[in-house]
């Protein structure tokens, strides 16, 4: 940052799920007190959000989404046909209503979307290219619905190996880093979940079951599963819980350092209630404008710091 400049604002937005109309209220407010974002990385179901925001139709997807229903919500999901028990085409149709086929270069704030590769195992930022196609592919849940293809690579939702994408803000010249965190949890699968997938992958090592397909292979002249080209439910689940137990293991060597993390207190609200999205746009709305005052505070500290410098 150079002397006199305004200190550059990056967000890290956290995977949000049913949750995602939080971050229509949090960035409204940011608009409303004139708090100038730079550079926003998001994951799973804040790139819808983003998206938006950054293409300048926050208010139009604000009155979409405050009007969805559970029956409405469905209309933009399929079934799935090839690794995933739904197809989100429906909801990447919508989502371009808003972002009007821009490309990540046309629009501001810049902005990064996270994604794995389910080959490789990962993180991949999102930055160039289609904005629709790329939030789509950061709220493909593994499993529940298809993976996509982005390039060579077959990518999913960036939720699986870090849930608020604080280090893709590394990309960016970013002088004030806000990470959001609003499940509070670190993957998109449960504990339990993971554990149960623990304990099938302790049964197959003691049985030698993966020694034995590759025995098998080798006998019968065949090659070995080539993943890109045998995408099931189940190969694509197993392999998705394989990289989050792995990420798990590796979260102390992730470096999820930023000068504020903000993690919302939002209750648990009845079944009826949570498939509304006008609960959670209130509370980003409340959770906003409570801690602007402390960002605004860090800003203002780190232009001090920079001027002292340059002094």
């Given at each position: 940052m150079s002397a006199g400049k305004q200190p550059t604002l990056g967000l890290a937005l956290g995977g949000s799920g049913s949750r995602t109309s939080f971050y229509i209220g949090f960035l409204e407010v940011f608009d409303e007190q004139a708090v100038k974002v730079d550079y926003i990385t998001a994951s799973s179901g804040a790139s819808i959000v983003a998206s938006a925001y950054a293409c300048g139709a926050l208010k139009q997807i604000k009155e979409w989404a405050l009007s969805l229903e559970n029956d409405t919500l469905k209309q933009y999901i399929s079934p799935g046909k090839r690794g995933g028990l739904y197809s989100l085409d429906g909801m990447e149709q919508k989502m371009r209503e808003f972002t009007k086929d821009l490309t990540f270069d046309q629009v501001r704030p810049l902005m990064s979307f996270a994604a794995v590769d389910l080959d490789s195992g990962e993180q991949i930022n999102l930055c160039m290219g289609d904005i629709a196609k790329a939030c789509r592919i950061s709220c493909t849940l593994p499993g529940v619905f298809e993976p996509q293809k982005w390039g060579n690579r077959t990518l999913v939702d960036g939720g699986l190996l870090n849930l608020v994408p604080v280090n893709a803000l590394k990309q960016f010249p970013v002088d004030v880093t806000v990470g959001v965190d609003i499940p509070g949890t670190k993957f998109i699968f449960t504990g339990g979940q993971m554990t149960l997938r623990k304990v099938f992958?302790?049964?197959?090592?003691?049985?030698?079951?993966?020694?034995?397909?590759?025995?098998?292979?080798?006998?019968?002249?065949?090659?070995?599963?080539?993943?890109?080209?045998?995408?099931?439910?189940?190969?694509?689940?197993?392999r998705s819980m394989d990289l989050a137990i792995k990420a798990n293991k590796n979260l102390e060597e992730q470096d999820l350092v930023c000068d504020l993390m903000i993690v919302p207190d939002i209750p648990k609200l009845k079944p009826a209630l949570y498939v509304q999205f006008n609960p959670f746009y209130e509370l980003g709305r409340e959770c906003a404008l409570a801690y602007l005052p402390q960002i605004k505070s860090v800003i203002q500290k780190k232009q001090e710091q920079e001027e002292k410098v340059h002094a």
């Open positions: 992958n302790t049964i197959k090592k003691m049985l030698f079951i993966d020694e034995m397909e590759h025995l098998l292979y080798r006998a019968f002249g065949e090659k070995e599963i080539d993943f890109e080209k045998n995408l099931g439910f189940f190969s694509v689940l197993g």
